[in-house]
């Protein structure tokens, strides 16, 4: 169920008139969704991508425009691995006030997450690579490196909030490293030690793993 291609045109028709300068971002509680079909909304959504709903902000002229279209037009997000915007409204075709269209984070809405740079660029995955392996070096206190490696960075998601990291417990948002550093050993083999860092969305180390 995705947004006809000609509304998309209309609304980057939109877009492209008024200018990015001019777009609203306004948070989800202020859009004036009536509580009844929000409800229902979430309901028939969730029979699709199972998920809680969460907070979200939103470009007022998105609103506007989907609303001229459909008046009683109503928008929830859902969290999950890809959190995704739903827009509800009674459908012609099936006569159901349902999902019409889902669709992922992108430049017309985000969900609220807390203060920080994350790692939305690359840039920003070097830096949290890059301090996670500080910590980790530092934490090893080991002699004879010969080099390290990053295997992931990522934003901690619905299904791995919660889960403990050196004792701290990783929360939705966070950012997560791992890598492996290698050092010189009496053989033929360099010796492995592979580390894991839990950062705040600041690119602050909360915990880091040794293994």
């Known amino acids: 169920m995705k947004r006809s291609w000609l509304w998309s045109l209309a609304f980057l028709g939109a877009v492209m008139i008024f200018g990015p300068a001019q777009a ?57 691995l890809s959190p995704q915007l739903v827009e509800c409204y009674l459908r012609e075709g099936t006569g159901r006030y349902e999902p019409a269209s889902f669709s992922p984070e992108q430049g017309f809405w985000h969900t609220v997450k807390p203060a920080g740079v994350g790692i939305d660029s690359p840039r920003a995955r070097s830096t949290a690579a890059k301090t996670c392996l500080e910590a980790a070096l530092s934490r090893s206190g080991q002699s004879g490196l010969d080099h390290s490696v990053n295997t992931a960075v990522f934003e901690v998601d619905i299904n791995r909030a919660g889960t403990i990291i050196a004792g701290t417990k990783a929360k939705r948002y ?38």
Do not use: W
């Open 24 to 80: 609203e971002m306004v948070p989800s509680s202020s859009i004036s969704n009536d509580p009844a079909k929000e409800k229902l909304c979430a309901s028939r959504a969730q029979s699709t991508i199972p998920g809680k709903t969460m907070p979200f902000e939103i470009d007022s002229r998105y609103v506007a425009t989907a609303r001229s279209q459909h008046p009683d037009a109503t928008f929830i997000a859902i969290d999950g």
């Open 174 to 211: 966070d950012v997560a490293v791992e890598g492996t550093s290698f050092y010189k050993s009496e053989g033929p083999d360099l010796r492995a030690v592979r580390f894991m860092c839990l950062l705040t969305r600041a690119l602050q180390v909360k915990a880091v793993q040794l293994k």
